[in-house]
């Protein structure tokens, strides 16, 4: 809406209030021709307008009654004065007006029984015959009263609208086929008005989506077409923020109508909406209904998608589990069915690669899967797309592009007004900058989300909350406030009572956490819950329970086997993938090999820890490898300080707070962050209160 706006005013910002304006007074006159937006202007194109000869009035209603006007359906030779007038261009056989208000007040100066004449005129042109969505539109526009004809053309034009990316189009043309619906056919009416609203939530454009539903639900009787506006709008509200509504209207779908079809696909719904509130165990029985269901029927696209469900389910109860049923789903699937992304088996197979960490697959899978959506106009589809791009450039180090990921989901859920993607977005741009070393702002971002997802009860969500918040305690060496944040986690997780991915958010810095706080009995225990399956199946997080593993031996006093361990942490992870992982493993490796007194192999493998976390641009895990080297006595971390890092470290050293640093040097506080993290980490320090001393140091030397 924004964009038309913006075409129409041509940079007037008084026009653009004004249409602005018009369109609120009549939101449904926002989706047709745009309205023209003051009296004033209409007057003054009007009198511009009667200048012109008659033919070329003529001429200019019908260019402005046609979507793209050209020189086949408009006589040119009769345009040559409104051409010199300034009203209308000509690029060989294209015509358009040099201000879309023109064709607005041509238009609306003509009667209705004018325009419904010439709409019947160029229904039945030659050109428009052969453009089905042009001649739907005109058919549609010279009709008055209801034809079931002309109402199946606007379905057929719908339907291409949808398959050429269009959505939007789509939902106009469907919802106008439902007004010209016969009254005696009020279920054909209440299925269009039904797939009108898909098209539009499709679009983004959430509020006709739930204004057509909410038509359906007070005006029709029980039975299918209800059941399906019932299935339509639950699946806003969990793409919204609600997933108890969810699940409340799914179970009043199901009861609607007892069609096999429409029964696979809401027990679909209902699993994913009860996995998504944290119930795995019922979500994958119900699921596992559905698909015995599907089986017998002749749907090979349903099939596909409760195969991918029941992939899925099992894939978050056990590492590995549920690929050959997710490849199978992705061999049946049928993209033309118009199903929600997380029920797409391509996306779910794509989001499983990505959580047993086969990055290369995922990562193509993605890409294809990104470039489909825009491709099909999609827009709301892109978020869920988008965090798995996110989570994907973070496991590979890429905290830039992460971040960019999860700014522009954030960007499309703030477009759409959901709470629950925008919540997901800022937890998503938190991890990379708590990586970043960027504290202040991802707090902030965290803060954020959890109010924006708290009130939803995705539990996914929220257990990703708590992972990121609690690295981030971690990570500044805050282990009690750590253990605040992981207790929700920890209690489930020791006695194995949650599902191994949302876990791996949180398990090696819990268990880092409740070692560091002196609980090693409730770290062994629960890491004990998850080691043996992670390890066995070789997923890529099982490198850092290794680590978990070499922590707990190490407090345990067992020094010899915690390095055995480490050192097999480090050889288990490939090289360049889970970089930040890498780099911790490195890290455990170098302390327990100083407390081992074997000084130059834990100064090798400290010094990589460092070299890794600064590739990454991570900062405070830099500083906490610099510092275990200077335990060392080594020789200083590698790396000199910029010339801003150095300004920046000598300002602070002297006493003043960031804000004012970013005064003095006309920078902002999240520059002044990270540079100061990075000049920590090249210093070998940890706090702001070691600068004076490790800044004079460094002069002396």
Known sequence: MLARIHELARGNPLHAIEIALAIEADPAGGRGRQPVPSDDLRRLVTLRIRRLPRETRDALLVAAALSRPTTALVAVSTLEPAIDAGLIDRDGENLSFTHPLYASVIYAGASAKARRALHAELARSPSILDDPEERARHLALCTTGPDEQVAQALDDAATRADGRGAPETAGELSERAAGLTLPSDTTGAFRRITVAARHFFRAGDWQPARALLDRVLVDAPRGLERGRALQALAQLSFSDNDFSLASSLLEEAGREDDDPGFVVSVMLDRAFTIFSMGDLASALELARDALSLAEHLDDHGLLAEALAIVGAGQGFAVPGAGLDRLERAVELEDRRRHRPIHLRPTAILAEQLLYLGRLTQARAMFDELRTWFVERGGESELPFLLFGVSMLEWMEGNMDEAMKAADAAFMLAEQEGSDVLQGMSLAHRARALAVS????????????????????GWAT???????????????LGELPRAARTFA?????????????????FSLS???????GIGEIDRADRMLACY??????????????VLRCRSIVL???GDLVGALAVAERAVRFQPDGELPLEMGRSLLVQGMIERRLKRRAAARTSLERSVAIFEEIGAPLWAARAGAELGRLGARPVPGTLTETEERVAALAATGFT???????????????????????????IRSRAQLSAALGARTRS
Do not use: C, H
């Open 437 to 456: 070393g960027l504290s202040t702002e991802a707090y902030a971002a965290l803060d954020r989300a959890e109010v924006l997802l708290g009130p939803t």
């Open 461 to 475: 969500g929220m257990s990703l909350l708590i992972g990121v918040r609690g690295f981030l305690d971690v990570s």
């Open 488 to 504: 929700p986690v920890i209690g489930p997780a020791e006695i194995g009572g949650l599902p191994w991915v949302p876990v791996a």
């Open 509 to 515: 810095d819990a268990v880092e956490t409740l070692v």
């Open 531 to 544: 080691e043996g399956q992670l390890v066995e199946a070789r997923v890529l997080w099982a490198a850092s």
């Open 554 to 556: 190490a407090a345990q």
């Open 658 to 684: 960031n804000n004012e640093v970013a005064a003095k040097l006309f920078l902002n506080r999240r520059t002044v962050e990270s540079n100061l993290a990075r000049a920590y980490a090249k210093l070998g």
